[in-house]
């Protein structure tokens, strides 16, 4: 085998490197999940995970970067944006889908920990990169419909994406309101009646 090849075969999807790092992304949300963000270390997460912590230092560098990998992980598996070829079911899919991933251990851990302020600048830095990166995601979904003239030119993303979730981390955070199977729907009406009506005026 030559050298190549066998960088090759270390490097394959589903290798021993893909397993390692599917094992500690899992141990780092479920660290979340039961430790908060202030409490979860490398070591501990190493040991979750039954790695050396040497080996989770080597591939991310540091807790913050562990941390936001993770949360971006689960939430991008938890949560793929739709393409459905209209804006309406594209933004009721996506709602779903969220209300879908809350209702997990490992959502309600990322949104629990994204929602928390912390004075460490490190995990500032983290949560803004968590944040933005779901946005870019996500708004395609709004990027697609001014192309299809569905929404007006200069739409606001972020607001869109806003107004269409919070109501939804709201209630699987704070708990005081079930999310009904027909909410995501309707949010995605409500989003488009306030944009399409204020494009309007």
């Given amino acids: 085998m030559t050298e190549e090849e066998?960088?090759?075969v270390r490097r394959r999807p589903g290798g021993r490197a893909a397993r390692v790092r599917q094992a500690v992304l899992a141990a780092t949300l479920e660290a979340l999940a039961e430790e908060g963000i202030t409490r979860l270390s490398i070591a501990g997460v190493a040991a979750r995970a039954g790695v050396n912590e040497t080996t989770v230092y080597r591939r991310w560098g540091s807790r913050e970067k562990l941390v936001l990998d993770a949360m971006l992980t689960g939430s991008s598996e938890g949560i793929p944006v739709p393409d459905t070829g209209a804006v309406r079911t594209d933004l009721a899919a996506f709602a779903r889908a969220?209300?879908?991933y809350l209702a997990t251990p490992a959502g309600r851990s990322v949104a629990q920990a994204a929602s928390l302020s912390s004075g460490d600048p490190g995990l500032a830095k983290a949560w803004q990169a968590f944040w933005q990166s779901r946005l870019d995601q996500a708004g395609a979904i709004?990027?697609?419909a001014v192309d299809r003239g569905e929404l007006p030119a200069g739409t606001d993303t972020a607001l869109a994406l806003e107004?269409?979730?919070s109501p939804l981390q709201t209630r699987a955070l704070l708990?005081?309101?079930?999310i009904g199977?027909?909410?995501p729907e309707?949010?995605?009406?409500?989003?488009?009646?306030g944009l399409r009506g204020r494009a309007e005026d």
């Fill in 98 to 100: 969220l209300a879908e």
């Fill in 181 to 183: 199977p027909d909410l």
């Fill in 142 to 144: 709004v990027d697609r």
């Fill in 175 to 178: 708990g005081h309101r079930p």
């Fill in 163 to 165: 107004l269409l979730c």
């Fill in 6 to 8: 066998a960088e090759a």
């Fill in 186 to 193: 309707r949010l995605a009406d409500l989003v488009l009646d």
